[in-house]
């Protein structure tokens, strides 16, 4: 993982992907509607660590039980009350941003809440297979081997 995280992009389809980080885009674009430009860059920055500490404590399970038997799962609760002031003040956007990266966790790491890292292929929006990593990582060192010659 290490090796492709030092060999791929921001623009690679094949990447790792921390799994339950909050996607910080929805964060900025609320806070340059809600603030004056000296203070966006701030504001975004609290906004962002506040939720991905909510994320990470234990003590808050937004999370209810849905089916019966064998099809019953866990799935994140729209009406817990983090989540209700969180899409009142900050929108849905951001809220929306705070449940995936629950939804990530609790299936990637559902004994703890801490992300995880995981290959993953941004073409297809799903975890990328070895053999998809693979040829990732041989395509970009030859592409490192031929931009030295």
């Known amino acids: 993982m290490q090796g492709l995280r ?5 623009g690679s389809l094949i990447r790792v ?3 339950g980080q909050v996607d910080e885009k929805p964060f900025m674009k609320v806070c340059k509607q809600k603030f004056i430009d000296e203070n966006v860059e701030v504001e975004y920055a609290m906004l ?3 939720w991905q500490n909510a994320l990470n404590d234990s003590a ?3 999370f209810k039980r849905v089916g019966t038997g064998e099809n019953m799962k866990e799935v994140v609760d729209d009406e817990d009350e983090k989540l209700k002031s969180l899409r009142e003040e900050w929108g849905e956007d951001v809220k929306n941003a705070v449940k995936t990266a629950l939804e990530e966790m609790n299936e990637f790491n559902p004994s703890g809440r801490y992300i995880v890292p995981v290959l993953w292929n941004f ?6 297979t070895l053999k998809e990593g693979i040829a990732h ?12 010659t």
């Open 48 to 50: 962002c660590s506040k």
């Open 123 to 128: 073409e297809h929006g799903r975890k990328a």
């Open 17 to 19: 992907k921390r799994m």
């Open 6 to 10: 030092d060999l791929s992009c921001e």
């Open 137 to 148: 990582m041989t395509q970009q060192i030859k592409n490192l081997k031929r931009n030295r």
């Open 60 to 62: 808050w399970h937004p």
